[in-house]
């Protein structure tokens, strides 16, 4: 059954909240360190048994699949999931964030759900939903939302509230220009860790190059940014497939900036035709790829419906690395996926168990065995790739 709504198209993801924080170390806290002894049984059971955990459904509150298809996805990532099994948040919860840790500590809760119920429940995220809607109040009552847009505004809730940064330093006002890229990238880096510094970043952040070059005196500037997940634009080939790397290739395609999108170069001192472009500079351990289904026309809006084929192993991206790079192989672990129309719709998730390796989908309640054969649609909307080891990590 579809639910019936309008698509809320993706706004600019929030900015992260100035929080005030130091570096100063936490008082300790005694108890709250220990594994929880039940779920350290469930684990070890887990292990031996051949009942798998990890496959019990959520249920729909009323058009909350947009939410369910990003929790089950989260549930199946591996190191996030061990973070909240072996309650591993709990010596980082940061009690001066803006919502203190109530939703860090809901997350856990419903992911240590979903990991010690049996297979065959139901897991209701009521309590969840609460804390979120406060941290986010689009989310609150039950219209239909983005998938991409919820995951930015959790992923940047959770990350508030286990930040290991609790008095955040002055920004600096000292320029990086004069300094090689390689070596402005890694002070821009540490700047950005001196203020925001979490598990939850650990695994998703990433660094992005643009380079914008002027081509009146060929002058090229060069910025550094964290960035969480990357949304990718569809070409529209006659055929109507198209691979992902079509899609990362139109991402960091040079792209002329004239007219009235002219930018000031800080050599001419004037507006100037330039070309910008887009490579990455770091590597996140969790790569979420953004498909960018949907678009607002004049009249209304429209979704592209393209069949992007993917890589289930073994996506390479080195040729998008903005210097030289060892590694960048990647394998998909989860989908987030729209079915549907712009007017009515539906969220799913398919999900590689990080125990057994079996692929499954997840639709709201019911959680049924696939084939990875099937894990390739139309419907892709939100993919969640793991860097295969050995690291490229800076």
């Given at each position: 059954m579809?639910?019936?709504?309008t698509?809320?198209?993706p706004?600019?993801?929030?900015?992260?909240?100035?929080?005030?924080?130091?570096?100063?170390p936490?008082?300790s806290?005694?108890?709250?360190?220990?594994?929880s002894?039940?779920?350290?049984?469930v684990?070890?059971?887990t292990k031996?048994?051949?009942?798998?955990?990890?496959?019990?459904?959520?249920?729909?509150?009323?058009?909350?699949?947009?939410?369910?298809?990003?929790?089950?996805?989260?549930?199946?990532?591996?190191?996030?999931?061990?973070?909240?099994l072996?309650n591993?948040?709990?010596?980082?919860?940061?009690?001066?964030?803006?919502?203190r840790?109530?939703?860090?500590?809901?997350?856990?809760?419903?992911i240590?759900?979903?990991w010690?119920?049996?297979?065959?429940?139901?897991?209701?995220?009521s309590?969840f939903k609460?804390?979120?809607?406060?941290?986010?109040?689009r989310?609150?009552?039950?219209n239909?939302?983005?998938a991409?847009?919820?995951?930015?505004?959790?992923?940047?809730?959770?990350h508030?509230?286990?930040?290991?940064?609790?008095?955040?330093?002055r920004a600096?006002?000292?320029?990086?220009d004069?300094?090689?890229?390689?070596?402005?990238?890694r002070?821009m880096?540490?700047r950005?860790q001196?203020?925001?510094?979490?598990?939850?970043?650990?695994?998703?952040?990433?660094?992005?190059?643009?380079?914008?070059t002027?081509?009146?005196?060929?002058?090229?500037s060069?910025a550094?940014?964290?960035?969480?997940?990357?949304?990718?634009?569809?070409p529209?080939?006659?055929?109507g497939?198209?691979t992902?790397?079509?899609?990362?290739r139109l991402?960091?395609?040079?792209?002329?900036?004239d007219?009235?999108?002219?930018?000031?170069?800080?050599?001419c001192?004037?507006?100037?035709r330039?070309?910008k472009?887009?490579?990455?500079?770091k590597f996140?351990?969790?790569?979420v790829?953004h498909?960018?289904?949907?678009?607002?026309?004049?009249?209304?809006?429209?979704?592209?419906?393209?069949?992007?084929?993917?890589?289930?192993?073994d996506?390479?991206?080195?040729e998008?690395?903005s210097q030289?790079?060892?590694?960048?192989?990647?394998?998909?672990?989860?989908?987030?996926?729209?079915?549907?129309?712009?007017?009515g719709?539906?969220?799913?998730?398919?999900?590689?168990?990080?125990?057994?390796s079996?692929?499954h989908?997840?639709?709201?309640?019911?959680?049924?065995?696939?084939?990875?054969s099937h894990?390739?649609?139309s419907?892709?909307?939100?993919?969640?790739?793991e860097?295969?080891?050995?690291?490229?990590r800076?």
């Amino acid at each position: 059954m579809r639910d019936s709504y309008t698509v809320t198209l993706p706004e600019e993801p929030p900015a992260l909240p100035d929080l005030h924080k130091d570096l100063r170390p936490r008082a300790s806290m005694p108890g709250s360190l220990l594994v929880s002894t039940f779920v350290g049984l469930v684990l070890n059971k887990t292990k031996s048994s051949k009942a798998v955990q990890g496959l019990t459904g959520l249920r729909n509150l009323g058009n909350t699949c947009f939410m369910n298809s990003i929790l089950q996805c989260l549930s199946n990532t591996k190191e996030l999931r061990d973070y909240c099994l072996q309650n591993q948040y709990l010596r980082d919860l940061n009690n001066n964030s803006r919502m203190r840790t109530a939703l860090m500590s809901e997350f856990a809760k419903l992911i240590q759900l979903l990991w010690t119920s049996s297979p065959n429940d139901c897991v209701s995220p009521s309590e969840f939903k609460t804390q979120i809607q406060r941290y986010a109040p689009r989310f609150v009552g039950y219209n239909q939302q983005d998938a991409q847009e919820f995951l930015r505004f959790l992923l940047d809730g959770l990350h508030s509230e286990v930040n290991r940064v609790l008095v955040r330093p002055r920004a600096s006002t000292d320029t990086l220009d004069h300094l090689p890229d390689d070596e402005k990238s890694r002070q821009m880096w540490r700047r950005y860790q001196e203020r925001e510094d979490s598990r939850i970043g650990d695994l998703f952040v990433g660094q992005l190059k643009s380079s914008l070059t002027c081509s009146e005196c060929g002058y090229c500037s060069t910025a550094f940014d964290p960035f969480w997940d990357l949304s990718l634009p569809i070409p529209k080939k006659g055929y109507g497939e198209v691979t992902l790397m079509d899609c990362l290739r139109l991402f960091t395609k040079e792209d002329v900036l004239d007219g009235d999108e002219k930018p000031t170069c800080c050599r001419c001192k004037a507006r100037t035709r330039c070309t910008k472009k887009f490579s990455i500079q770091k590597f996140p351990k969790i790569l979420v790829l953004h498909l960018k289904r949907f678009s607002e026309a004049r009249i209304r809006t429209s979704k592209l419906t393209t069949f992007v084929n993917f890589q289930l192993k073994d996506l390479d991206l080195r040729e998008f690395a903005s210097q030289s790079c060892n590694h960048a192989v990647y394998n998909l672990y989860a989908v987030s996926n729209h079915s549907g129309t712009t007017m009515g719709g539906h969220y799913t998730a398919y999900c590689k168990s990080p125990v057994s390796s079996e692929w499954h989908s997840f639709n709201d309640s019911r959680v049924t065995p696939m084939s990875s054969s099937h894990v390739r649609s139309s419907d892709a909307y939100l993919l969640f790739y793991e860097l295969a080891s050995p690291s490229s990590r800076m």
